[in-house]
């Protein structure tokens, strides 16, 4: 990997505006925006409904639950994670993959809402969060993670597999209970396309990966023997980190499960120095990979990563109208603070 | 416009990914969600600061504020709106418009922050909100930003301009008193690039315009002489509406300030209606035009409109990740609720 940065070691005051070749995306970088005052109440904390007897998701509340696709152990009553359906689920595994339905005069492109919508439990006891469990054990979520993956491939019809996180109401997340979230779907999503096509003209100017090329000293957080955490040179959003496999890789299913434990232990550290800089902050986090027919071979520009992002501000007008996000933090502030962090 | 459509007048029941050939951005529409429970506390609602002795955006408060630009009616103590600069901008115009300082062999691509971020402050009074206005007056705030917009055309190194308003604090506004945002900017921003390439592909292969298309019966709200009120075909977000001036134009600058009486009204009746059917929501709304060097004749494709979009639920780590939005509400469904809400 690279080291090289074009950046100084202490950020700029003034605004910039910055792109990076992983996302394509424009970011302005505003530190005199953290300054505004609000005259609104500052939002609720975070409140979840600890009385797990009213939790579909603990355990003893199986049947409560749409239908079990694996536990870990198997068969077991006892068990460590469940991968089930999504009771409410946004796509539907019980319809054709049907072809997609053109209307070109009228410009309307409609496709059945065929796909698969999981749960993964993380821990059968509602109290205990992510963060909480120990390297191995995450290592597990994140292995159940490629094994419904490597499942889901069997479909032609699904393209990419989208697996993510929210955890806290102001993330999105409707259940308190520690959870994941995996999606198969029927096309590439814009986000997915846009970011390898990115990737793709980058390698085809320099030769280089830009994610691989994404390690330089003044965004680093943590390394691990395969894995690092940055704070990425365009971060959409304050304080958003990145993990990323050393090994050039495209896939996130292709990891190992002794890998898993490695980037268990790492997510686990990224997880708690958020957790005590940023007051335990509402997050999502996000698994991107890469589409699903794309064998790695024909994909030597792409690399995929674990994006983590802590809830601080809310996307409005601006951000819907343009697309293009505010971010009052510079990356390289951001990091040197994340690096600092004291996780006893 | 035609009027033709391509979906039934009932909405389907099982899920389904849409594209227009606006947006270009996938949506997938889902009715089964809107069903699911949540074990977090409801949200707060709006709790705007009623206190205007605190408020600088308040008549006899001009003091507090960033300098003004103008204000309606001029040289007048007893103004009705004010332009004035944003105390805390994410642009600065006090910089060097500079080139983009592309270092191709890192990938990273920074431009300096160069722009205007200015805030138009829409009435004296703290509580009155814009749906309270006359829609003479609504026109006058409309007219405010056009004018905004020519003064900014002169600077060459401007390329787009994003008018936009938060309403309430989870639609991210941090001040309550009613004002709407204007931000010029020296890149034409992706979600602008997306929109205008999506368009000129559709005219392309049609020879029609995508917007003037988007009219049908099925997703249209109300009428008035020279504007629609629609539901469009793949509303990224539920009860999302689009105001579109029926005359084909390409620049929301264009307005005469006679018809932005007219789009005054009907805005006002999409917010009244908003209102009363959801109860009071935070939201959003974007004028969508078009990027500033090119003029109507080079733009056959491009259409303004406004977008407006009541915040009902949360951004979360799928859409993160993907790009791809999930909507509960079926646009004909939500168009049909809305054509029927009475407004006294
Ligand atoms: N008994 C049961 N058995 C099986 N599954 C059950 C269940 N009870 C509930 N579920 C499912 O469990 C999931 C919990 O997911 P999260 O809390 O992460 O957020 P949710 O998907 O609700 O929405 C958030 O994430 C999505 C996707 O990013 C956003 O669209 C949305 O706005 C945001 O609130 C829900 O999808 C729900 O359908
Ligand atoms: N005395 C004064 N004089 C002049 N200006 C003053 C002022 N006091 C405050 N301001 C400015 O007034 C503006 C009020 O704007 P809004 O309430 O619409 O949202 P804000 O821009 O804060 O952020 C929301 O919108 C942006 C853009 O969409 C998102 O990035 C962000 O997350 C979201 O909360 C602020 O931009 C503030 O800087």
Redesign the interface.
């Known amino acids: 990997m ?1 080291s ?4 100084d070691s202490s950020a700029p005051q ?9 996302t ?3 970011v ?3 530190p ?2 953290a ?7 500052s ?2 904390p975070i ?3 600890q009385q797990q007897q ?2 579909p998701f603990c355990i003893g509340h199986e049947h409560e639950c749409a239908p079990e696709i694996f536990r870990v152990p198997p068969d077991n009553p006892d068990w460590k994670l469940r991968v089930i359906q999504n ?6 595994r019980d ?1 054709p993959a049907a072809e997609e339905e053109n ?11 065929f ?1 698969f919508h999981d749960v993964v439990i993380e821990t059968p006891v509602h109290s205990v969060q992510l963060s909480d469990l120990s390297p191995r054990e995450i290592g597990e979520v994140l292995v159940a993670h490629t094994r419904r993956i490597k499942q889901l491939m069997s479909y032609d019809s699904i393209k ?1 597999v ?1 697996v ?3 955890h806290g ?8 209970h520690s959870h994941s ?1 995996i ?1 198969a ?3 590439v ?4 396309a ?1 970011r390898l096509g990115s990737m793709k003209e ?1 390698f085809d ?2 030769g280089k990966c ?1 994610v691989c ?2 390690n ?1 000293k003044d965004l680093l957080i943590d390394v691990s023997a395969h894995f690092i955490s940055i704070v990425p ?2 971060a959409t959003f304050p304080f958003e980190m990145w993990i990323i496999p050393l090994d050039h890789s495209s896939h996130f299913h292709e990891l190992d499960s002794e890998k898993a434990v490695e980037l268990g232990g790492l997510l686990k550290l990224v997880l708690r120095k958020m957790s005590l800089q940023l007051n335990n902050p509402p997050f ?5 990979t890469s589409p699903l027919g794309d064998n790695a071979s024909q994909l030597p520009y792409s690399h995929w990563f674990l ?1 983590i ?1 802590p809830q601080l501000s ?5 951000e ?5 996000y ?1 971010n009052p933090v510079f990356p390289e502030d951001a990091a040197k603070v994340l690096r600092e962090v004291k996780v006893s």
Do not use: H
């Open positions: 690279a090289s940065s074009s950046s003034t605004p910039q505006l910055r792109k990076d070749s992983v394509n995306r424009w302005i970088f505003s005199a925006r300054k505004r005052p609000s005259d609104f109440k939002k609720t409140n979840p409904n009213q939790c009771l409410y689920p946004a796509l539907s319809i209307n070109s005069d009228s410009g309307r492109v409609v496709v059945n809402g796909g990419y989208q993510f996180k929210n109401a102001s993330a999105g997340a409707s259940m308190s979230q999606m779907l029927p096309v999503p814009p986000a997915v846009t980058y100017q320099t830009s090329e994404s330089s040179f365009a999502n986090f996000m698994v991107q994006q992002v809310v996307v409005a007008g601006f819907m109208g343009t697309g293009c505010i």
